[in-house]
């Protein structure tokens, strides 16, 4: 049974750093992509971040460019989410996500249940 877990999330105020981790278990992990999507209240979910299997090719949503770094650690299973110069905008549950590639939620397998991220003013 694959499982998808996300921590990390907590409350920090504008111009502080968070770091996200997702473990996934019951699966290859260097088979798989892996995203981080978020969703705020009251708005649709979006792709903030994603990477290839390997490492070798990441992708990131204008609106965390320069500021989130996504990597991962194929010998623990585990992907990382790097969140610097937060702002209140980015207040969202964050989601952890494992795929085929990276193109959008549609192309991702399994999904975790979100670790919530909190950026106060």
């Known amino acids: 049974q694959v499982q998808v877990v996300e921590s990390g999330g907590g409350l920090v105020q504008a111009g502080g750093s968070l770091r996200l981790s997702c473990t996934a278990s019951?699966?290859?992990?260097?088979?798989?992509?892996m995203g981080w999507f978020r969703q705020a209240p009251g708005k649709e979910r979006e792709g903030v971040s994603c990477i290839s299997w390997s490492g070798g090719s990441t992708y990131y949503a204008d609106s965390v460019k320069g500021r989130f770094t996504i990597s991962r650690d194929n010998a623990k299973n585990t992907l990382y989410l790097q969140m610097n110069s937060l702002k209140p905008e980015d207040t969202a549950m964050y989601y952890c996500a494992a795929g085929s590639y990276c193109s959008g939620s549609e192309s991702m397998d399994y999904w975790g249940k979100g670790t919530l991220v909190t950026i106060s003013s």
């Open positions: 019951g699966l290859t992990f260097d088979d798989y992509a």
